[in-house]
């Protein structure tokens, strides 16, 4: 006899069969009504239900029943039981090492481990390994007894092959998964002293591709388009004098919503391509590494801790990119390296805690003169974070970078533009045109940021940041930059999924006394113009529709927008559709 039955293998590690086997009249006294079965569906589901439950490792193969704990010597199917895992080695019994030998069994949980015995004969015998002639009779018995049950787990293992077949024929990769997400934003703008009051809808859509090679690593490939243009507008700006003055500048980077990072036309491109793969040394001691080639930035493996508000310029988080994170992050970005390590030594003291380092550069693919990875712009970043008492999660963080030429400071490694975040005086300087070059010889940065957020019921989550930054115009002087902020979310709000979220804050500003100087129009000369900081507050709604859809409406207000005293408010108001698959 070659072969006894011919089924396809099902991987079930029953833990209630060898008594069954030993004692045929357990098989008649396990016998359970049809209606237990009354539909395909259930049938499988029991099934199922019983095979993740007596799944086992096969590394914990059990080789003796004295492994099992709560089997006794003295039961009254011990030697049965015994023969079977000691000869056959089909029974392997639960996860916890326990056989639960009084528990009851249906007729679907009986055929799942027959069927598993049978599989292990089988195999025993294509190996020539000797079968005692009684065992093969009450299997061959007993199968003809649950030949229904035994068929239905034919077929189903027939039609999950089946499954899996198309799947790998029609699949993109084997490797690679998609992710999308895309949104729809109609946003209404009033700013200066409301002299362009536009309404605008814009998109964005984001399309990333996550490839694995071990399982313990992630590369990274995102495609990116978005329609958005940022407007420009007149205001008046009064000299100490009292003479007014009106200038024509790009819109402060203040009124900036996340979807507006990309500008294309809707031509797409690829913004970001980065590899992650870690090492383990042990429970308590892990090591990351991020290596982006484009796009990288130092939130993409280091913890900002503000919860709710923060999705990466993503479609779930804050409106506004002020609101996202603290802006130390926004100095550099680009191609470089990251690494982060967990301190489990210090687990004891400040809980989970971890050390992260990164050196990322925005000129890296440039190799003119005084660009490349090193001699353009650039910047390192370090942050320890820790985990106190699982209560309250805080971040300290340093970073020195330089920036070549009309670069913005915030601007995550964007040798042109106004920056993602602070005024543009922040971002360019103090002196000369606001719509030149303030830094000629470019600036070096020193930055020094923390941040904390803390839960103090279910449901309710507070954060704050806060950085101070002393920026070296090189050749013409130091300046001193500032920026703080504060936010409470409220998670689940009437619905799961659903976040209000209120944040409010300063935005980068130069922190330069009590004026600074712009030029007269016309003149070739410069005037001192009296300042006020960017306030900036924010209130939104993320309303989830469904696990794919969310809408988000939100306002955004800010109080001296270019940091210029008397040229009024701004106000952003927001209703973002947020498509994700």
């Known amino acids: 006899m070659s072969k006894l039955i011919q089924w396809k293998s099902l991987l079930v590690a029953p833990a209630l069969l060898g008594t069954t086997l030993a004692l045929s009249s357990v098989a008649h006294a396990a016998d359970a009504p049809s209606k237990e079965a009354t539909t395909q569906a259930s049938t499988i589901g029991q099934i199922e239900n019983y095979s993740n439950e007596g799944l086992n490792n096969s590394a914990e193969q059990v080789t003796s029943v004295s492994e099992l704990k709560d089997v006794q010597p003295t039961e009254w199917a011990f030697e049965a039981l015994r023969s079977l895992v000691e000869r056959y080695g089909c029974i392997v019994g639960y996860p916890d090492r326990t056989f639960r030998g009084n528990r009851a069994l249906t007729r679907w949980e009986f055929a799942a481990g027959l069927n598993a015995c049978i599989n292990t004969v089988e195999r025993l015998i294509q190996e020539n390994v000797a079968v005692l ?11 003809k007894e649950f030949e229904s049950e035994l068929a239905a787990l034919g077929a189903r293992v027939d039609n999950l092959e089946g499954r899996v077949s198309f799947l790998e024929d029609h699949q993109f990769s084997t ?10 934003a109609p946003t209404w703008t009033t700013n200066g002293n409301f002299n362009n009051n536009q309404a605008t809808f814009q998109d964005r859509v984001r399309l990333r591709f996550n490839t ?19 407007s420009t507008y007149d205001y008046t700006a009064f000299s100490n004098t009292g003479r007014a003055q009106t200038f024509t500048v790009p819109s402060p980077a203040t009124l900036t919503q996340t979807w507006q990072n990309t500008q294309t036309n809707n031509s797409v491109n690829v913004d970001w391509i980065a590899y992650y793969t870690s090492f383990d040394f042990g429970q308590s001691a892990k090591f990351d590494v991020y290596i982006p080639a484009t796009g990288g930035l130092f939130d993409d493996f280091i913890p900002t801790i503000n919860p709710y508000f923060y999705d990466a310029d993503g479609g779930q988080g804050s409106l506004s990119t002020f609101s ?22 210090l687990d004891s003291i400040l809980g989970a805690s971890s050390l992260s380092v990164g050196y990322l550069s925005g000129t890296a693919a440039n190799p003119n003169q005084g660009q490349g990875l090193f001699n353009g712009n650039s910047a390192i970043l370090a942050q320890v974070n820790a985990n106190a008492f699982d209560f309250i999660n805080f971040g300290v963080t340093y970073s020195n970078s330089y920036s070549v030429s009309g670069s913005p400071l915030f601007g995550s490694g964007g040798v042109t533009g106004a920056g993602l975040v602070g005024t543009e005086l922040a971002n360019l300087g103090s002196t000369g045109s606001l719509a030149g070059v303030a830094d000629p010889n470019g600036k070096q ?27 070296t115009r090189i050749g013409i002087g130091d300046n001193d930059l500032w920026t703080y902020g504060a936010g409470i979310a409220f998670a689940d709000l009437f619905k799961q999924g659903n976040v209000l979220g209120i944040f409010a804050g300063v935005q980068p ?27 900036s507050v924010e209130a939104f709604y993320k309303y989830q529709v469904t696990d794919n859809i969310s809408v988000t409406p939100g306002v955004q207000w800010i109080q001296n927008p270019s940091q210029l005293q008397n040229v009024g408010s701004a106000i952003v108001g927001s209703l973002r559709g947020t498509f994700s698959f």
């Open 175 to 184: 490797t690679t998964k998609l992710q999308g997400e895309v949104i729809f």
């Open 509 to 535: 500003y130069l922190g330069v006394g009590n004026s600074i100087y712009l030029p007269n129009v016309g003149t070739g000369t410069y005037a001192p113009v009296r300042t006020q900081n960017p306030i």
């Open 133 to 143: 002639k009684q065992d093969i009779d009450k299997l061959k018995r007993l199968a």
């Open 212 to 230: 694995s090679f071990s399982g313990k690593d992630l590369l990274v490939t995102r495609l990116a388009a978005g329609n958005a243009v940022n």
């Open 324 to 345: 996202q994170m603290n802006p130390i992050y926004r100095i550099g970005g680009g191609a470089g390296i990251g690494f982060s390590y967990r301190l489990g030594f």
């Open 445 to 471: 940065t020193n930055a020094y940021g923390v941040q904390a957020a803390i839960k103090p019921f279910d449901g309710i989550s507070l954060s704050a940041f806060g950085t101070y930054a002393n920026v």
